[in-house]
Every structure is written in C-alpha cells, then in structure tokens.
C-alpha cells in the first residue's frame, strides 16, 4: 500500500448489510473529490480480527458498534474518530408464495405452518441479537425458539428465507429493499422500540496512511444528502434514536 | 463315451495384429492330451494363449473346445475369460502379492464348500510340494515355490482347457521331472486339451504326445512328437528340433527300388545316401543330420548296414550336459554326440582318426531356410 | 465446550466418509477401467465441486433440495419434513462437496493395480465383482485409505456448505467447525481455542489409529 | 463479471499447485520410505489442518503471520510490506490447507511402486534422486496428478482461509470464489450464477485437459 | 597384473535367517570367471545374491570383491546397493514397466555422455538380437525378449561383479547358446567374478568353470565344472549332477594295489567293482552311476577293458530331448543314455536281451543322503 497511486485511494471495511447502498456513495464521492474508494464487505468480526492483525483498511464500518470501540480502545483506531454513522432495522420477510403473510406481525411467527424461521446468529451478529429481543418483547419468542435456523450473517437468513427453506426470517430492512427480495416477498416493519437499537459505528484506523482523506470520507458519510441516500436504502441515521 | 474323444477337443483358427511387425495367423487343434507348443522366442506362443483365454481378442477367427464355441468373429461371440473355464499358467506368474500361497491356490474354487476347497488345496499343495509354504506370503517364497503356486492354482479349478506357459522354466531337474509325472497322471484323469509351452527339449520328449511348431506367428509344423521332432521339413524346424548338422548337397542318381538317393555335399564333395525324395538328378537339396543319429568308430567299421562311413579327425570334445560334442572334421565340420560311457570306451582324444557312421534314414532332406516365409 | 457438536460433527463425518466409499468406489472403479472415449470429461465434472466456494455450493444445493425444488417436494412428501436444515440435508449437502477427495485417490490407486494381476482372476473364473473385492481394493489399499481420511477430515472441517444447508441448529446441524467459527466471530478466543484444539487432538487420535493400525505396505511380485 | 478476480484465483492456484507439488512429493517421499517406528503419527499431523474450518485456520495463520507476530515482523523487515493481505500471504496459507490434499494421494501410489522396481533401479546404480525423478515419479503419475488437480480445484474453490487471510482487497486477494460469495451475501444471484458459470467452464477445460493429455495408465509387467 | 588374479575376486562369508525353517549359511569365493550356482528350488540361490548385491543385509558376515569390502558385520560396514558395482538379472526381471526396451538398457548409463551411451546400447541390444524393439515398452515384447532386455541392461554398466539369476530360462536353446557364447566372450574380455544361477546341466557345462551347489542354505560342495559334476561327494549332490543310478551295496574286498575295490549290490547280490575308498571290507556303502556312463552292448562284449559286464533285459525306450533312455532289468534296474544314433545301430527293441558295460571309474561312492545335515 506505498505506491502513490495507491495513496489516491481510501480501503474501506464495510459491513456487509452495507453492500447495496455503499457502492452509491463511493461513486458519488469519487465523482466529488477524484479520490478512489476500495470497498471490501464482509462479518464485521472478521474486519476485527483481521484489523487487529494489520490489515490495510483506512477506515472501517461496522454493521456493530461495539467493534470499533474495542479497536478505539485499543489504540488501533484513531481516538475520537468514532462516528455512529446509521442504525440497522430490522423486518419481518416471507415468500409470497408462502401462505403466510409477513404484514401481520410477529405473532404469525407462533402459527404452527411457521416451521423454520431464519435470524442472524445473535451470539454475534447485531440483527441476530435485535430479532431475538424483537421476538421476546412480543413474547413469542418461547413459541418460536424451535424454529429458528441461524444464519452466519443477516444475508446468509435472508437466503434461508429467500429459498423458501425458512418459511420467514427476522432480516434488515436494507436487504428486504433490495429487487431480490422486495418483488418476491410480503414485509413487516418491526417498531423500533421492539429492539435496542443496532447501532452501526465506524472508525479511522489507527495504521492507516492517508488519515486525512478517510476522514474526508467519514465526513462526507455525515452529509445530510448522504445519509438521506441511507435512508432510502434501509438505514436511520444514528442520531434518529438517540 | 471316450474321453479322449474329439468332443472334448481345442480348434480354434487366430488371426492377430499385435504390431506391423508381428501378426499371429495360425490353425490350432488340439485333442485332449499334451500339446507342446514350440518355437523360438517371440515366435507368438504366449499371444495365442491369451488369445485363447480370452485376455486378447482375436482380430478374426474362431475358438471351440468340445461342443462349445469361445470366440466367432463372423458371429461377434467372445465369451469372457472367466466363463471360458481355462485353466492359465502365466510366463510372468501373476500371483496375487496381497494373498497368501493358500489363499491363490484356492482363489478359483470360490463355488465349491469349504471342506472341498481346503480338501484340494492341501492335495495339490502337496502333490506340488508347496504344503509347508501355504501361509506365506509370494514375496516369501523362492522362484520356483512361485512357480509351482501358479501351477496349483491353475490346475486345481478343473478347467476345460488348460494353458501353461513356460510352467517348470525355474525349477530344477529333479523337482521338474516330478512334476512333469504329476501333469501325465492328472492328464490321464481329467483327459481335457492342455497346451504347454516350453524351449526345453527335456520337456518335448518327456511330455508331449503332439507338438506345434511356431515361427513368426505361423505355424511351422504340427504332429506327434515324433515326426514333428525327428523328421522336420525345413531347416528352421531342424534346428528348433535339435539338428545340429546342415549340409547343401546336389542329387547325384535316384534309386526308386532301394528308397534312396545318392547325393554329393556342395563341401568335398562327400559322397552321402540319403532316403528318395521328389528331387530330381542334378537338383540342389539341403540335408540335415542330427549330432545324436551319428555314430563314432575308432576303426573302420566293416560289415555294418549303415551306407554312409566317413573317415574324420576329432578337432575337439565338449561336455555339454549328459552328453559330449565331438567336432569332427570329414572334409566338412560334423557335430557328433556321444554319451560319457561311449566316449570313454572309445578312448576318444582331440586329433584321433575317427570313423563317422550315419544311417540313410538319419539324413533327412529338409528344405533351406529361405524357402520359406 | 460443545460436547454435542463434536459428536456431531464426527457422526457427520463417520456417515459421510461410508458413503463416499460406496458411491466413490463404483465411481472410480468405473472411470479407471471404463473405455469409453470421453472418459476424461466424466473425470473433469468429478473435480468440478472443488472449484466452487462451498458457502456457494451450499446455496446452489440449498435451491436444490429447498421447498421449492423436485428433489425437496418429493423428499417432503415422503418424510414430512424438508431436508434443508436436516442432518440428512448436511449429509447430502457434504457429500456432495467430498466427492471429489474420495474418488480422485481412489481412481488413482486403481489404475496402479498391475493389469495382470485382474487377467489371473480372471481367468480363475473370477466375477468382476469378485475380481474387484478380493484383488483390486485390497491392493488400493494405501489410496482407498486416503480417500476416506481425506474425505472424514473435510468434512470435519468444512462450514461453508454445511453452515449453508444446516441452519446451525444446535444438536441438530451445529458441527464443531460452526461452533468454533462462532466463538471467533464473537471474539471469545479463549472457547475457540479450546475448542479447536479439542478437535485436533480427538483428530489426531483417529487419523494415528487409522495410520498406525492399517497393514503394511504391501510388494508386489 | 470480475475478470481480475478469475485470474487472481488461477494464479494463485497454479502456485499453491506448484509448491504443493515441491513440498509434498517430498513429504510424501519421506512418509512412503521411512521406516521411522511413529511415523504413522507424521501421517495424523499431515491431514490435522482439514479438520479445522477453513476460516478459523485462516484467522490462526493470520494470527501467525500478521504484523504483530514474530513471522510477521521478520517478513516486514525482510520485504518493506507485511505477509498477511498480500499474495505471498495468500500463497501460505492456502499451502498449509490444501497440503494433505496433495501430499495423501501422492503417498498413497508411491507406497504401490513395486518394491523390486526400486531394487533394480540401485544396483544400476542410481541415486535415491534418480531413482525417485525416473521410477517411484513416472510410476505414481495417477497419484500425483490427483494430488495436483484437488490442491489446483480446492485452492481456486477455497474463500474461507483467503478471505481471513487476504481481506478481501480488490485486485491484490479478491479471489474469484470471494467474488462470488460477496455476490451471494448481497443477494445478486444473477452474477454470482454468471460468474460461478464462467468459473464452472474455465476449470472443466482446464481438468479435461489434464486428463484428456496425461499417459495412459500403465501396465507394470 | 594378470586379470584373472584374486585382486578381482569375490569372498564372503553370509549368515541370514529368512524364516524359522529356513537360513543362509555359506563361504563363498569366486575368482574372475563364471560361477554357476546350482541348487534345487528354496536352496537359498536368489538369497545369496540378494545379498551380495545388497538388497538383503546378511546377519552376519563379510563381503569383498577385490580389495573392496562391501559388507563387514563386525565393523557395520554395509556399501549401499547403488555403490556396489554390482551388476544384477532379477529372476522375476523388473523391467522398468513405463521405460522402453531402450531406456531400460541405457537406465545404467547416466554417468556416461550421450554418445557412449547411444552406442553401448546399440551394441549390446545387437548382440542381444533385441535391436528391432528398442522403442517398446517392456509389457509389449514377449517374454524371452524381456530376459534379453534384463541381461543387457545388467551387462552393459560394465559391473565389477555379476550376478545373474536364472537369465536364459525363458530362451530357446539357439537363442540360449548364441548368448552363452556372448556372456563367454564378455566373460574373456571383462575377467570379473561373475555367478549364475541355473538349474540347467547344458549351462552348468556350457559355461562354468566353476560350480558352488547349494542345498538347504549351506553349500554343499563347491569346485570346478568337472570336480563336482563327475564326482559328487553326496547322494543328493550326485542326483542335482544328474546322476541318475543308486545303489546300496557292501565292500567284499580291497584291492589296494589295483586301487579298486570289489563290492556286491544289495539287490541281487550283483558284483561290481568299483574305485578304492577307506571303506573297510564289509562296510556298507552307496553307489552312484550316471545313464551316461553305462554303455549297452547287444551282444556279449569280448576282450574289453572294463571290468564290470552285466546282462539284462531292456524293459522299455524312451526318448528323453537329445538321448534316449533304456531301462535295463539286470538284476537291479538300471536307467542307460544312449544316442538315438546308437540306438538305431543296435536295433535295441524293448524285452531284448543286453548287456551293459560299466567302467569302474564310472562307479562313484557317494555318502547316502542320511549321512548329511
Ligand atoms: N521373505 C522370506 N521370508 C521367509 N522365507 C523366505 C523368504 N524368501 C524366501 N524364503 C524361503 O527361503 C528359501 C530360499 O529362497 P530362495 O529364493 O533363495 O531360493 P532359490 O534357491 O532362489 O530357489 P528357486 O530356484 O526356486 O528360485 C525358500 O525356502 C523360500 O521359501
Ligand atoms: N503388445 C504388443 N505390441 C506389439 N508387439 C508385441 C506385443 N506383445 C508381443 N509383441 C511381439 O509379438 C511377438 C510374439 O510375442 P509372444 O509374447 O507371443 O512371443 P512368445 O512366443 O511367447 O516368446 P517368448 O518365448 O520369448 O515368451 C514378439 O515379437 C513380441 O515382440
Ligand atoms: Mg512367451
Ligand atoms: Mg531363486
């Protein structure tokens, strides 16, 4: 990463629940500032790790707060760079041609044609942990429990849903917009007061060598015609909830 | 019924290509007994066995032992080597590395009882004298422990038809005699066509009834051991046969009445009689007279039957096997064999003066080596 | 620690390695001794599921044996219940992905079987069948051998097809390998850790047993 | 379609090939010959690395070679950059997974050379080097082949240790199967089929290839 | 520094356990020339060479050839194969299965440049008649011609000892005798030790000067040709030697100035003399006569030499390879060789009447097979 074309251009680690909407604001930035932007989407807890053990990113997005704050605490990300850039939301999804209706709420989760039901994995995926309190705040969750099927990340249930293997699934609402499901499926949108909000954070990595330019980019994040765009891709912005 | 009857008998006709150099073109009859299938190295003895087990298939042709047809080219019928029911000893041995002796011996009687088939195995391990060998493994026996496991293993599932190819090569000449008494009396119970290859003359005598000759993938001759043996029609059968003295002569006059010929060999004109032929006076012949057929005198013999006495001197005495080589020259080079015994009596030294006599009817008329092809 | 998941994953294993060499014996059997001239081609689609990523291959297979699909009706319809997230779907599903470990050592033990040694047994009025039980497997030893240990170890090991088509159920379709990888994700090292090195070790006691138990090499002659 | 992305994958199988054969022929060498009592126990240790997820492996090699360890260090003040996120990197820690891969297959059909073959070979005077590049080799073609073409296959397949270990950069560790599977999580089935396809189609012609030239299997005498 | 000298020869001392039932325990020493090794199937003949090659490690032992110790218990001296210089014909051949005839003949050659190479090859596969198959592979000739390819390739590093076991036993007898002359001449010109295994009297004669008989892994007499063939100390010895007559019997008198001893046969009470030995008179002692050496008269013989003359009837004729065999009812049965030639010229018919003529040389006393081990 020493060459000077590759000093044009910014590494960003973004969460993959970010994979729609990202490429959009890369493109505009670029198209502002004719700097380049890399994405890599993957787990977040990947990003972690991989941070951790000298990975050339410049900036990180988590789909999870709690990451960036470790790497804050840390010292492997700038100190005071933290910025709660969006919150996830979450929905309930079903096949259309699944005989049940996704829009009348949770509860249908507890009718017994509700045989799988596909989540993130809430030891550590966010939308994983968010469905499940979802689930018990509308205290279905004891009757549901047996039929969930855990995805590694929010995407992976989104396919167990998708393929008609899950009857339903607890997913974000960023992927419930995207064509492949949005044509093919009925929506909930669960309250955001079912679930502590999941807040997304992103930091400036302590080892990167271009410090000004990812601010620039975490700054231009922050633009309110930029988080509009989030919105519009499935995202509240942070400041929303709190 | 006999069992020596045609019914149980091998014809079979073989045509096939292995390489532009070498094509196997051959008619083979068989009745149930030995046939000894001879011929130099390369000659095609091993093809036509695996053509007729079934391991190679036949470019045409047509194989039937007994009643039953294994191959028929214009038909497209080949039956499989495993229902052919033949018996096959391989020159490379192929026994099973992985199985015990036992366990190869008995590897072909998987249809039979239990009691059976450890009763046959102990009996053919026996009679083969590999009994104290059953539990080891090929890799753990010597050569010719080898060799007697694959013929076991070969015999003891009864075949229809038994291939054996170069079977005693690496044993020696006590334990193949043995054996050889074994394969007769085994012969004589099962009476089924067996073909036997073999370069050993020891073998030809002592086993078979019948022999064929192959060269270049022909057949060269075929017959009883005997004419095929001691009377051979062309110079490269001679020589397979054991004939070690060829000489080219010219027919001087023909005696009908007498049933002989006198003839003057192209080499100091050495006047020798040999039996009538078709040739004419004044035609070129090739005659051939085995080393064993002359007989050595240290005098001049008189009054003997034998026509042709030729005076010579002994150039050297080699002891070659039970018998000694005397290299005798008579204007020509004579190869003579005689046993120890005789050698001895005759106080035979190099340079002596000897006296070779040889027997009308052990000259015979063969036909030169190119004639043939 | 995830006592469940280990014997889970090595049931999982166990069941797939047996299955492999049922199907992958005929199969490899069939491409070493088959004279069928674009025989090589069968021996490309055997290697294929390799290429791709099985996280990949564990959705094509989940489409495949999914609700919606011939193959997930018709087993709904025969057992009630669908194979997605099923031990059996696991199984399917891996496999599947293993195939390939199985046959590829196994084809190639077989086409070092010396040709002569199959001519004998023939000749003894041998099967093809007898002929393959009693000569040419016992002399493929070494490469049969290898096929199942690799294909037991991968499956062990492989998460992407199994995380895929399993649903990571607890008791059910949560192996080690997901167990592990979720103590990482959550970054509990220290669970990992002792996970995985549990698996080792319990590996290491198989594969040395299998290694250590098997018969010598054998010669030929 | 991510053409960089193909070619990235080919290049890194084709190395990771490559050194699986340099590292494994002798590996394989040593585990076939060596008359070591424990080496059945060498044996284990070889398949050890399948039995872990490949991501999890992955995170331990990154953990290895990553900045803040000792191969890290020494690598970075060798070469001015660090080893994990880099090709090099890439290159190692496929190696380690797919070892066993190459190295049982090739095990397996030297321990089929017929024994007297190699005898004959040192009373003609050869060298252990020669014997093993002129007989034990020639002779294990099957085996090698195998080994070479699952070490190939499963590299080009393999996402979870390239992805810990690469992290995924565009056009430096962005394999072609990450590429699909990043297709996949974002739902773009359409290219994730069309790449997996091309992927599918590139691979078939290569192991057609392979098989299609190869020798025809030998007959030993 | 004459070739033929002991700087060149071979000597060991090898003990080896195979099995509990079977072990290796001989002296060897061979000087330039060839050596056959002789021994019936399982006497340890392959063994002994694996180990002078180096392929087997003896128990114990020493191995030198020349000024070379190659093997020394004592000092855990063990030369690898590869560095033994030691030239090796397999009994089961291993040829290079994926090598062509050619690359199998040069394998040995690799330190030599590609020009001696080239030619070495094309001369021995000449001499070998084995030159129109250099490009096939082993699997593809037949397996005479795969003796050959093994032969050459031993042949053609130019070793500093040969070993060769059981090289021509897939060879036709002219084939066989062309490379006899061949391994002769090479023989003449290379002057190294070289033993062969055989189990064939016409090699054993063709081409030993020196024999070392092996029998149950110890060896049981050792000398040249003409030594241990014509005058075996033991029975079993007498019966590899191809002697084909035993006799017990009994010494009635001494005849020291005559050196020859009167003895009567056990079976019928028949006389017969034989060489002086310490046997006293009355001692019990066994008798060897070889088929060879008996000569058949059909008519009784007058004013001869020989001193022991017996009548008998012929029994039967079998031809038997080159001779025929009579067995001859003379009281005891004894088995006779003689020339078809010789047979002819006595117009011998089974059940006439003969008498056979023994020299007493002819008679050898040999230790019956109990005495030993
Ligand atoms: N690996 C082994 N383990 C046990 N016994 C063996 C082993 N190899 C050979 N033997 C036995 O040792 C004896 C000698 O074997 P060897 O091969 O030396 O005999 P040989 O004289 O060469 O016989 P042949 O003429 O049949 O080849 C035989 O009785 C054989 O059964
Ligand atoms: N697969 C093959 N391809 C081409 N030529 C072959 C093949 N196999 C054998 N030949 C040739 O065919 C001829 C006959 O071979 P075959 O093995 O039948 O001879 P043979 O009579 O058994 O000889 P031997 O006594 O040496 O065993 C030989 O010249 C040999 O070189
Ligand atoms: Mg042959
Ligand atoms: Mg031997």
Known sequence: AGTPAAAQQIAVAAAADLQAVFPEVAARFERETGRKVALTFGSSGNFFAQVQNGAPFDLFFSADIEYPRRLQAAGLAESGSLYEYATGRLVLWSRKDSGIDAARGLMILADPRVRRVAIANPEHAPYGRAAVAALRHETVYDAVRGKLVLGENISQAAQFAQSGNADAGIL??????????????????????????????????????????????????????????????????????? | ?????????????????????????????????????????????????????????????????????????????????????????FQQLALF??????????????????????????????????????????????????QRTALARALV?????????????????????????????????????????THAHREVFALGERVMVLDAGRVLAEGTTHDVMEAPAHEPLAQLAGF????????????????????????????????????????????????????????????????????????????????VRADVDAGAAFAVHLTPGACESLRLEEADEVWLIIKTHSCRLVEPSGALS | MDYSAILLSVKLAAVVAAILLGVGLPIAYWLTFSRW????????????????????????????????????????????????????????????????FAVQPIAAA?????????????????????????????????????????????????????????????????????????????????????????????????????YGLRRKPLVAI
């Not at chain 2, 006590?174 to 012969?187: E, F, P, V």
């Not at chain 3, 079987?113 to 393959?132: C, K, M, Q, Y």
Request: with cysteine; charged share 20%; hydrophobic share 45%.
């Open chain 3, 37 to 100: 001239r674009w025989k090589f081609l069968a021996e490309a689609v055997v290697a294929l599921p390799l290429v791709l990523p099985p996280t990949v291959l564990g959705f094509y297979v989940l489409v495949a044996i999914g609700a919606r699909s011939p193959v997930g009706r018709l087993w709904t319809s025969w057992t009630g219940h669908g194979l997605a997230f099923t031990f059996e779907g696991l199984v399917i599903a891996s496999v599947l992905y293993s195939l390939p």
């Open chain 2, 244 to 323: 070690e003295n060829f000489f080219d002569g010219a027919v001087v006059a023909r005696r009908p009445d007498a049933g002989t010929m006198q003839c003057r060999l192209a080499q100091a004109g050495i006047p020798l009689e040999v039996p009538l032929s078709h040739a004419t006076e004044g035609e070129a012949v090739r005659i051939a007279i085995r080393a064993g057929d002359i007989l050595l005198a240290n005098q001049e013999p008189r009054g003997l039957s034998a026509r042709n006495i030729l005076r010579g001197r002994v150039r050297s005495l080699t002891r070659e096997g039970p018998t």
């Open chain 1, 172 to 242: 974000a609402l960023s992927l419930a917009l995207m064509p492949a499901l949005r044509d093919t499926g009925t929506v909930y949108r669960i309250p955001d007061a079912f679930y502590p909000p999941i807040v997304q954070g992103a930091v400036v990595l302590a080892a990167s060598r271009q410090k000004e330019a990812a601010r620039q980019f975490l700054r231009f994040v922050e633009r309110p015609d930029i988080q509009q765009l989030m919105r519009e891709y499935g995202f509240a912005p942070a400041a929303d909830l709190r």
């Open chain 3, 110 to 210: 077989f086409s070092q079987v010396d040709a002569s040694l199959i001519e004998a047994s023939s000749t003894l009025g041998a099967s093809e069948r007898r002929t393959f039980f009693r000569i040419i497997l016992p002399l493929s030893l070494e490469g049969v051998i290898a096929g199942a240990v690799l294909a037991f170890a991968h499956t062990i090991g492989e998460f992407g097809v199994v995380l895929m088509v399993g649903g990571n159920l607890p008791g059910a379709t949560r192996t080690v390998s997901i167990a592990i990888y979720d103590s990482v994700q959550a970054l509990d090292y220290a669970a990992a850790n002792r996970t995985a090195l549990l698996l080792l070790a319990f590996s290491f006691v198989v594969l040395a047993l299998v």
């Open chain 2, 97 to 146: 590395p992985h199985l015990s002796v036992r366990d190869n011996i008995r590897y072909g009687l998987h249809r039979l009882s239990p009691e059976v088939r450890a009763e046959r195995t102990r009996a053919v391990a026996e009679s083969f004298r590999i009994d104290h060998l059953l539990d080891r493994k090929p890799s753990a026996v010597s050569g010719g422990e080898r």
């Open chain 2, 1 to 89: 019924m006999s069992p020596e009857g045609p019914h149980r008998a091998l014809a079979g006709s073989i045509q096939k290509r292995l390489s532009p150099g070498f094509a196997l073109d051959v008619q083979v009859s068989a009745p149930a007994g030995i046939t000894i299938v001879f011929g130099e190295s390369g000659s095609g003895k091993t093809t036509l066995l695996r053509c007729l087990a079934g391991l190679d298939r036949p470019d045409a042709g047509r194989i039937v032992v007994g009643e039953r047809v294994l191959f028929d080219s214009p038909s497209g019928c080949n039956v499989s080597a495993r229902d052919r029911g033949v018996g096959f000893v």
């Open chain 2, 157 to 197: 599932t009864d075949p229809d038809l038994l291939l054996l190819d170069e079977p005693l090569s690496a044993l020696d000449h006590a334990t193949q005699s043995r054996i050889m008494a074994d394969l007769r009396a085994w012969n004589t119970a099962h009476a089924i066509p067996i073909l036997y290859v």
